[in-house]
């Protein structure tokens, strides 16, 4: 008998690799909130006199604002085919902890969509004349942040999963929890900025996380369960 | 196996079913029969531990099933309206995914289980470049990988051929016959051999008694 029994581990591992190859198979995921993102933070020098300066020392700011909304477009995906083609319920009704599958659901929905927003995040630090000790804090940061910020969108993905346009209702619930994350994160790179350090408020996006990631699952399956009904 | 008490549900302030008490043994078929919007498909995601929305008692092997719910859903396999099939994976991709939620891994099943529903060759072509009724079957070829007891499919017949149906038919009867259970919904009339139970849920309603 070529049946092999999957510890926990295993079987997570295969919730991530299907939430990579969901990604391979349509790469609009990918590709869409990193264009947003670029495209968004590069409207900014174009839409006024800014002077130089300023755009410098308010770039942190535009760069953050940007990826919130670019995450919160790429979550909106995370359980949408899920849920209109039925895999949601096998998930639901496997006896597997769901805890670690929806975290793990997020984490890989973070690594193809969150993970890219960090990567180009110094291209437009360079667009928007980001002082040159803000490119670590930024980075730093947007790591720690971004996760914070799929763990967040994801509650309120999960809380609209059962409507058919839920972009405007997402946005008003996501946006307001995800202040904190934004404080911090654009703040990170003020206070290098400011040559004051930085280790204080990296501590706390990393707190953030932490909390994130210890209660955002159990929302996220409380809300997954009422919507499945 | 599973046994029903005082079961009631109400939608919208119209009662859909009161009262229902049964018990489903292993060994049995059921068929839930009922006109559309009788509340075949609601019956059937309380059973299966979906939808909480009721009131009265589900029992599993004499335990309430919300607190035996990870040994519930061991023996449980559910398949509902929606194939559970995303098109844009492959049949092999998708049922990788069902085994590993289950605890296994075993491609050469799934391979058997794709020859078995008529899929040979389509191990790693994209569902969305399959026929609804091929899709169908990607969904039906976990039947063969599932070990649960309790099969819970709704409307299972939906797009599939002729012979589709009857093989559907056949193997719904052998896990019946080899003492599992089968609570399924259809509209056509159901041929086969095993004892078929019904349970009719308009004459169940308390403004037709």
């Known amino acids: ?229 | 196996m599973l046994s029903v008490a005082n079961l009631a549900c109400e939608r919208d302030e119209r009662v859909l079913f009161a009262n229902l008490a049964f018990t489903v043994a292993a060994g049995s078929l059921w068929q839930v029969q009922g006109a559309n919007g009788s509340g075949k498909t609601t019956l059937l995601r309380i059973l299966a531990g979906l939808n909480g929305d009721y009131s009265g008692e589900l029992q599993w092997q004499g335990k309430v099933c919300s607190e035996v719910r990870t040994e519930y859903q061991q023996a449980l396999f559910f398949l509902g309206h929606a194939p559970s099939v995303n098109r844009t994976l492959t049949p092999l991709q998708n049922l990788r995914w069902f085994c590993a939620l289950q605890g296994f891994a075993d491609d050469a099943a799934i391979h058997s289980a794709l020859n078995e529903h008529g899929l040979r060759g389509y191990a790693d072509i994209p569902c969305y470049q399959m026929s609804a009724g091929q899709q169908r079957r990607v969904s039906l070829a976990r039947l063969s990988l599932t070990s649960a007891k309790l099969w819970i499919l709704d409307e299972p017949f939906t797009a599939l051929d002729r012979v589709g149906v009857a093989e559907l038919e056949a193997r719904v009867s052998r896990h019946a016959a080899a003492g599992g259970a089968v609570i399924l919904t259809t509209h056509h009339p159901l041929q086969t051999q095993h004892p078929l139970t019904v349970l009719n849920l308009d004459a169940l309603r308390p403004e037709a008694a």
Not at chain 1, 52 to 68: E, K, M, R, Y
Not at chain 1, 103 to 116: D, E, R, S
Not at chain 1, 148 to 167: C, D
Request: aromatic letters at 6%; glycine letters at 8%.
């Open chain 1, 1 to 229: 008998m070529s049946r092999v029994a999957l510890g926990l581990g295993a079987s997570l591992r295969a919730t991530l690799r299907r939430e990579l190859q969901l990604a391979i198979s349509s790469p609009g995921k990918i590709v869409n909130p990193l264009m947003f993102f670029v495209i968004a933070s590069s409207l900014f020098p174009l839409s006024g006199r800014l002077d130089i300066d300023v755009l410098g020392s308010i770039a942190p700011g535009i760069i953050w604002v940007t990826a919130l909304l670019a995450v919160m477009l790429s979550m909106e995906s995370l359980f949408r085919s899920d849920y209109d083609d039925g895999s949601l319920e096998q998930l639901l009704l496997s006896p597997q902890p769901l805890y670690f599958h929806v975290l793990i659901k997020v984490l890989g929905h973070w690594l193809v969509t969150g993970l890219p927003l960090v990567v180009v995040a110094p291209l437009l630090g360079l667009l928007l004349n980001l002082p040159a000790q803000g490119y670590v804090p930024l980075l730093i940061g947007l790591v720690l942040g971004t996760p914070t910020l799929s763990l967040i969108a994801a509650i309120g993905t999960a809380l609209t999963v059962a409507l058919a346009r839920s972009g405007v209702l997402l946005a008003v619930l996501v946006l307001p929890l995800s202040i904190p994350v934004l404080v911090f994160g654009a703040g990170v790179v003020d206070t290098a900025l400011n040559g004051l350090p930085v280790a204080g408020v990296i501590a706390l996006l990393a707190a953030l996380l932490v909390l994130a990631l210890s209660f955002a699952p159990l929302a996220i399956v409380a809300a997954l369960r009422i919507n499945v009904q």
